[in-house]
């Protein structure tokens, strides 16, 4: 179930608009559960996070399986509902943390994203009235919460890329990760770039699976996912 899942992974990024690289964080920490939800499905270092946005993104994930022929099943559903989850208390995580370094998301930098966003368009153009009625019907916020919600996951992947930024990868070492996986250094030079860049991705990924393990420490996180799936 967990290759099927990974098989079609690339449905669940596009549907949802994930977040870069998600894939790589892991270790969320335990959870505390309590019956105190308003409303929310997590609450993220006293920050709540709406279930209904949850329910939102799942049911689009699941409708886009089905769409593709997919037989959609309990143990599908489980493993949605659960990636769904982790990376949104993700972007609540890293959107916080961006928050307390002052990095901030003008707002022209959303209103661009909402004009060139295709759905929102109709002939080519932004559509006023498409971008109302998409967001009413298929993400069923208001234009003033979607575009929260986008600014938070632009906040989220800002962090990210401040991250990823940061990673440095020196000639030594991208020569002596090109000798682990190769027999010589006779096209190091040809594929230097591909091999620095793919070391980077793997540095990066190791830093941010260490500086989550870290926030998740120090942030409380409390899940009320099976509260709100069994109607309380």
Same mark, same amino acid.
């Given at each position: 179930?967990?290759?099927? %899942? &990974?098989?079609?992974?690339?449905?669940?990024?596009?549907?949802?608009?994930?977040? %870069?690289?998600?894939?790589?964080?892991?270790?969320?920490?335990?959870?505390?559960?309590?019956?105190?939800?308003? $409303?929310?499905?997590?609450?993220?270092?006293?920050?709540?996070?709406?279930?209904?946005?949850?329910?939102?993104?799942?049911?689009?994930?699941? &409708? &886009?399986?089905?769409?593709?022929?997919?037989?959609?099943?309990?143990?599908?559903?489980?493993?949605?509902?659960?990636?769904?989850?982790?990376?949104?208390?993700?972007? !609540?995580? =890293?959107?916080?943390?961006?928050?307390?370094?002052?990095?901030?998301?003008?707002?022209? !930098?959303?209103?661009? !994203?909402?004009?060139?966003? @295709?759905?929102?368009?109709?002939?080519?153009?932004?559509? @006023?009235? +498409?971008?109302?009625?998409?967001?009413?019907?298929? %993400?069923?916020?208001?234009?003033?919460?979607?575009? +929260?919600?986008?600014?938070?996951?632009?906040?989220? &992947?800002?962090?990210?890329?401040?991250?990823?930024?940061?990673?440095?990868?020196? @000639?030594?070492?991208?020569?002596? %990760?090109?000798?682990?996986?190769?027999? $010589? =250094?006779?096209?190091?030079?040809?594929?230097?770039?591909?091999?620095?860049? !793919? =070391?980077?991705?793997?540095?990066?990924?190791?830093?941010?699976?260490?500086?989550?393990?870290?926030?998740?420490?120090?942030?409380?996180?409390?899940?009320?996912?099976?509260?709100?799936?069994?109607?309380?």
């Amino acid at each position: 179930m967990i290759s099927f %899942f &990974s098989k079609h992974r690339r449905i669940v990024f596009i549907v949802t608009v994930s977040i %870069f690289l998600v894939g790589v964080f892991v270790g969320l920490g335990a959870y505390v559960f309590t019956d105190t939800t308003g $409303g929310a499905v997590a609450e993220v270092g006293g920050h709540k996070i709406p279930y209904q946005r949850f329910t939102v993104q799942v049911n689009r994930v699941m &409708s &886009s399986f089905k769409d593709s022929g997919t037989d959609v099943n309990e143990i599908l559903s489980r493993s949605v509902k659960q990636e769904i989850f982790r990376d949104m208390v993700i972007e !609540e995580l =890293l959107s916080q943390q961006a928050d307390k370094l002052g990095m901030r998301v003008p707002d022209f !930098e959303v209103a661009v !994203e909402v004009q060139n966003t @295709p759905q929102f368009r109709e002939g080519g153009q932004f559509s @006023p009235r +498409a971008y109302y009625q998409t967001v009413y019907k298929e %993400f069923q916020m208001s234009p003033t919460e979607y575009e +929260a919600w986008r600014q938070k996951a632009r906040l989220a &992947s800002k962090f990210k890329q401040f991250l990823y930024t940061s990673v440095k990868v020196t @000639p030594e070492e991208a020569k002596a %990760f090109y000798l682990a996986k190769n027999k $010589g =250094l006779g096209n190091f030079e040809k594929e230097r770039a591909k091999y620095t860049d !793919e =070391l980077a991705k793997q540095k990066f990924a190791d830093v941010a699976n260490y500086m989550l393990r870290q926030l998740t420490t120090k942030q409380e996180i409390k899940s009320f996912l099976d509260q709100r799936e069994q109607g309380r």
